[in-house]
């Protein structure tokens, strides 16, 4: 099993940044992924970034793509989420995913969750 803890959500104005993180344990190996997903209130799950604990590769959804960077700390084994210049639009519960081995940007893919953190923008 995996264990996904996120943390670092809240309330910021337009423009703010915030960083969130998600810390892994338990069978979490080299060969995952891991992404962030989100969902807003009324809306279907969406995808906002992905990166591979063991490669450069990363991945963004268009809609935050120049704002948001995903990135990793292998030794502590957190993903972090880097969100600048915030919009009202971005508000969501943002969810930390991870699953084996194939990329991907589709949440019905992933095999392991963590409990989601609240990120509102003001306007």
């Known amino acids: 099993q995996v264990q996904l803890v996120e943390s670092g959500g809240g309330l910021v104005q337009a423009g703010g940044s915030l960083r969130l993180s998600c810390v892994a344990s338990?069978?979490?190996?080299?060969?995952?992924?891991m992404g962030w997903f989100r969902q807003g209130p009324g809306k279907e799950r969406e995808f906002v970034a992905a990166?591979?604990?063991?490669?450069?590769?990363?991945t963004y959804a268009d809609s935050v793509k120049g704002r948001f960077t995903i990135s990793r700390d292998n030794a502590e084994k957190t993903v972090y989420l880097q969100m600048n210049s915030l919009k009202p639009e971005d508000t969501a519960v943002y969810y930390c995913?991870?699953?084996?081995?194939?990329?991907?940007?589709?949440?019905?893919?992933?095999?392991?969750w963590g409990q989601g953190t609240q990120v509102t923008v003001s306007s």
């Open positions: 338990g069978r979490i190996s080299s060969s995952f992924v």
């Open positions: 995913a991870a699953k084996p081995i194939v990329y991907s940007t589709n949440y019905r893919e992933y095999n392991y």
């Open positions: 990166i591979r604990w063991n490669g450069d590769t990363n």
